[in-house]
């Protein structure tokens, strides 16, 4: 029996505003979600601490100034459809590394990963004994995937890859990472001081968006 089969996970990584973050969970208000933090207790927090966290996640990577002795961090896991399917995402912030004049850089960009295991474990028994499998979660938890792919989906629509060039010895080199970004949180990642300590700068068609007109506002609350 093959036990890998449909083992890992569905995965979209991102970086996003706040607001756009917030009209992102909204379109799990129907599946009854729950957010719980990963701690001993599983702390719950509604939509609005949620949001409210992950705000303080993304202005301390886009303020001008870099906070001394802050580690910024959002961790949640979200139950989904406890009526029906009974199962649910994982979402954590993932750090995205970068060169700097041939070493990695101390510091890393932000990003959001929103996460779905692709399989359901399965217990089963037969004359050797008990044994698992994983069953695909498509089948097994359609509506959770159904609700996966749909938030994956506007948040695809929103983002671009991000596309970004570091400081090399010998010539900006180009950064390719699995990271999508809104036009938004490019403009305000483009004006931190993460971008200014290290000399970086957007590419492609975010480096255009960076001075576009109809970029999106810049998110001013503390």
């Avoid at 719950?44 to 202005?59: G, K, N, P, T």
């Avoid at 989904?80 to 070493?103: A, C, K």
């Avoid at 001075?211 to 810049?218: D, G, H, I, P, T």
Wanted: proline residues 5%.
């Amino acid at each position: 029996m093959d036990r890998l089969k449909n083992s890992g996970f569905y995965k979209l990584q991102f970086f996003i505003t706040p607001e756009e973050f917030r009209g992102v969970l909204k379109l799990l208000e129907p599946a009854t979600a729950r957010f719980y933090q990963t701690n001993y207790a599983r702390t719950e927090h509604d939509q609005d601490q949620v949001v409210e966290a992950y705000r303080s996640y993304y202005h301390y990577y886009i303020a001008a100034e870099q906070r001394d002795g802050v580690h910024p961090s959002f961790v949640y896991s979200i139950s989904v459809l406890p009526d029906q399917e009974q199962s649910g995402y994982f979402t954590r912030n993932e750090q995205i590394y970068f060169p700097y004049y041939g070493q990695w850089a101390e510091d890393k960009l932000p990003s959001i990963l929103f996460s779905l295991p692709k399989g359901v474990q399965v217990d089963l028994e037969d004359e050797r004994g008990k044994y698992y499998i994983y069953e695909d979660i498509r089948d097994r938890r359609p509506l959770t995937y159904t609700y996966f792919s749909e938030i994956s989906g506007s948040i695809r629509t929103l983002t671009k890859p991000l596309r970004f060039s570091a400081l090399e010895a010998a010539a900006m080199d180009e950064q390719k990472p699995s990271v999508r970004i809104s036009p938004g949180a490019a403009q305000d990642l483009s004006n931190s001081w993460i971008f200014s300590k290290y000399g970086l700068r957007l590419q492609g068609k975010l480096g255009g968006t960076v001075n576009a007109q109809s970029v999106v506002k810049k998110d001013t609350n503390p």
